[in-house]
Each structure stands twice: as C-alpha cells, then as structure tokens.
C-alpha cells in the first residue's frame, strides 16, 4: 500500500524559490514513473513535470526553464525545485506514483499524495 507525504509548500513572493518533497512508503519506487500535478480554484488538475525511472523527465512548457524534477531513489523521495516562481504559479501542488503511461498526461494514477499548497504573490 503506497502512501505519498508532501511537503514544503508555502507562500513566496514572484521570483521566489520552493523545493517541494514527496516521500514514498510502502513501496520501492525506482521504477515507477512519478510526477507533480497542480490545480488552481476552478481549474482542472494538470501536469506540471514527471520522470520516469530510468531519469527521463517531462515538463509543461509553462515551466520550462524555471522548475526541475528529480528523484533519490535510495531515499524514496520525488523532489521539484521550483524557481522564478510567477503569480500563476499558485495552486495545490500534487505528488502521483505510476504514471501510465509516462507523461503529463497519463491515463491510469496509481496514488496521489494529500497535496502542498503554494502560493506566489
């Protein structure tokens, strides 16, 4: 039983820097493709970057360039580090575990996490 914790989100001013983190349990997860999701009040959740398990990584082209992706599989932990962060930027960010298939847009979502609000003004 996959379980997914999140954690430091928070509120920064435009321009600022967040790390968010999201450690796995239940689960040896270096070959599961993972990524972080975001939804903003009346907005539908979308893709914001995954990586696959051998290290490919995807990203929306709205982040391009400012946030990055990694994982520590020896620490089961999914990072993105999220850099020049913009006003639209602010929403519930959502850790997920086995994409399918890879991408931004998967069909199948094996669990996702209780999510990490951040907020850019």
């Known amino acids: 039983h996959v379980q997914l914790v999140e954690s430091g989100g928070g509120s920064v001013e435009a321009g600022g820097s967040l790390r968010l983190s999201c450690v796995a349990s239940?689960?040896?997860?270096?070959?599961?493709?993972m990524g972080w999701f975001r939804q903003a009040p009346g907005k539908e959740r979308e893709g914001v970057a995954t990586?696959?398990?051998?290290?490919?990584?995807t990203y929306a082209d709205s982040v391009k360039g400012r946030f990055t992706i990694s994982r520590d599989n020896a620490k089961n932990t999914l990072y993105l580090q999220m850099n020049s962060l913009k006003p639209e930027d602010t929403a519930m960010h959502y850790c997920?575990?086995?994409?399918?298939?890879?991408?931004?847009?998967?069909?199948?979502?094996?669990?996702w996490g209780q999510g990490t609000q951040v907020t850019v003004s």
């Open positions: 239940g689960y040896t997860f270096d070959k599961n493709c």
């Open positions: 997920a575990f086995d994409l399918r298939p890879p991408g931004l847009k998967p069909r199948y979502i094996g669990r």
């Open positions: 990586i696959e398990g051998i290290g490919r990584t």
